[in-house]
């Protein structure tokens, strides 16, 4: 079985600051590495992912991810936050040869003035 | 990508009655879930929707209480029965589009409140 551990619920940052937010995952199979974005009173979008290959993966609105096996974390950061980048945030995997997602507990990101 | 929609948006219900929540996508997919998001959680997987045949549910959720259909590659359903005040959260419509496509696109959601 998969699991996903968020190690923040919640982080506040001042605008323009950099960020990380923590995703940490146990898993018996190779897995699938995804990061979503939930602003207030909508769905869910895809921010990046992480399938094979280059451990640096970049994603929309200027995020990137490090996948590291070793550590099994799929950190998500961004050097530069904006008002509007204020949302939760999941990390989820996937086990290769399944469909299913796991999500993790999500981070509630504040971003302050 | 997929664009999906889902209707309604939002709704209020009583105690005791079922709500229907329609996911309709704009292109063929190979497959559909439903997840719930209970407040301030994250998202957990009721079932997978399967065309033309019974969905697969997680453990937990029975098609009882959370009967799906999939009558075709674009649209399913979920209803939510004899509903308690615990049943009030956020459900979530979802896909994957082919078998190439390893992410799953997510519908804005029906935001459900039992009183």
């Known amino acids: 079985a998969q699991s996903v551990t968020q190690l923040d619920s919640q982080v506040p940052v001042f605008e323009e600051a950099p960020v990380e937010l923590r995703c940490n995952y146990s898993?018996?199979?190779?897995?699938?590495l995804f990061w979503y974005v939930q602003y207030p009173n909508q769905g869910l979008q895809l921010l990046l992912k992480?399938?094979?290959?280059?451990?640096l993966v970049k994603g929309i609105n200027g995020f990137e991810a490090e996948f590291n096996k070793s550590q099994t974390s799929f950190h998500l950061r961004k050097p530069s936050v904006h008002i509007s980048d204020t949302a939760e945030y999941f990390c989820?995997?996937?086990?290769?040869?399944?469909?299913?997602?796991?999500f993790g507990q999500g981070t509630r990101l504040t971003i302050n003035p | 990508s997929a664009v999906i929609s889902q209707k309604p948006s939002r709704d209020i219900c009583q105690r005791g009655t079922s709500l229907t929540i329609q996911c309709q996508v704009d292109?063929?997919?190979?497959?559909m879930f439903w997840y719930r998001q209970q407040p301030g959680q994250s998202l957990t997987l009721i079932a997978t929707?399967?065309?033309?045949?019974?969905?697969?549910?997680e453990s937990g959720f029975v098609i009882d209480k959370f009967p799906i259909s999939r009558p075709n590659l674009t649209f399913s359903t979920l209803t939510v029965s004899n509903m308690s005040p615990e049943d009030s959260s956020i459900y979530l419509c979802?896909?994957?589009?082919?078998?190439?496509?390893?992410?799953?696109?997510f519908g804005p959601g029906t935001r459900l409140t039992v009183t």
């Open positions: 898993s018996s199979v190779s897995v699938y």
């Open positions: 979802s896909v994957v589009p082919n078998e190439v496509v390893y992410e799953q696109y």
């Open positions: 929707a399967n065309q033309g045949s019974e969905a697969t549910y």
């Open positions: 992480y399938l094979s290959g280059s451990t």
């Open positions: 989820a995997v996937r086990p290769q040869g399944a469909q299913k997602l796991v």
């Open positions: 292109s063929q997919v190979t497959m």
